[in-house]
Nanobody, 120 residues
């Protein structure tokens, strides 16, 4: 499975961006998707997940600002990011994995990442 993330760019604080993650293959809809981000000098961290059935979960620091969704007919998942802050600056990655209970198990398929830069 190949994943391609897109939609990053430069935005002012308070602005919005919508990231997309498009997957190849016929099994996209049967897997969970996780969005991660990695800031310079930091570890990659999970920020939002969506199960195959559409259940969502968020880390506290993005809850209420970011929305994860998916369109299985288009093999695409989205991350709508509103009220962006300079500390949201990072490379954002999508991952295809599995939800077991409330825990997301990341898979081996990663998108190439898309850079989001938020200026103050």
């Amino acid at each position: 499975v190949q994943l391609q993330a897109s939609g990053g760019g430069l935005v002012q604080a308070g602005g919005s961006l919508r990231l997309s993650c498009t997957g190849s293959g016929s099994t996209f809809s049967s897997h969970a998707i996780g969005w991660y981000r990695q800031a310079p000098g930091e570890q990659r961290e999970l920020i939002a997940t969506i199960s195959s059935s559409g259940s969502t979960d968020y880390k506290g620091f993005v809850k209420g600002r970011f929305t994860i969704s998916r369109d299985n007919a288009k093999n695409t998942a989205f991350l709508q990011m509103n009220s962006l802050k300079p500390e949201d600056t990072a490379v954002y990655y999508c991952n295809q994995g599995e939800m077991i209970g409330s825990y997301y198990y990341k898979g081996n398929s990663w998108g190439q990442g898309t850079l989001v830069t938020v200026s103050s």
